[in-house]
Nanobody
Framework: QLQLVESGGGLVQPGGSLRLSCAAS????????IGWFRQAPGKEREGVSC????????NYADSVEGRFTISRDNAKNTVYLQMNSLKPEDTAVYYC????????????????????????WGKGTRVTVSS
């Protein structure tokens, strides 16, 4: 079964850290761009970060720049989102998505959910930042 599974969410105090994982099963992530997205109650899903399938290009939303770091470990078939200095406004369900990239577009890093429409999505992991 081809799927992505997120983990690592939870309740954390403001200023704390979490590391989210996005593990793929049934396919290898080597040729896939990965995006992290989040959706807070009553809000649209927004792009948080992305990493291309090659060249390691990354991008971040302005709201998380300098606090979040995306990384990929192809050997473990997993992508991570390290989240530091968390704020209450980071509270949301976080999703990862993967889409296959082909040359010459393997260095693209896109944070639009539409870009991943033909790929795979996880079911999300909830992050709550509260004291």
């Amino acid at each position: 079964q081809l799927q992505l599974v997120e983990s690592g969410g939870g309740l954390v105090q403001p200023g704390g850290s979490l590391r989210l994982s996005c593990a793929a099963s049934g396919f290898t992530l080597d040729y896939y761009a990965i995006g992290w997205f989040r959706q807070a109650p009553g809000k649209e899903r927004e792009g948080v970060s992305c990493v291309s399938s090659s060249e390691g290009r990354t991008n971040y939303a302005d709201s998380v720049e300098g606090r979040f770091t995306i990384s990929r470990d192809n050997a473990k078939n997993t992508v991570y989102l390290q989240m530091n200095s968390l704020k209450p406004e980071d509270t949301a369900v976080y999703y990862c998505a993967a889409v296959r990239q082909y040359p010459p577009f393997r260095d693209m890093c896109v944070m639009s959910p539409k870009y991943y429409g033909m790929g795979y999505w996880g079911k999300g992991t909830r992050v709550t930042v509260s004291s």
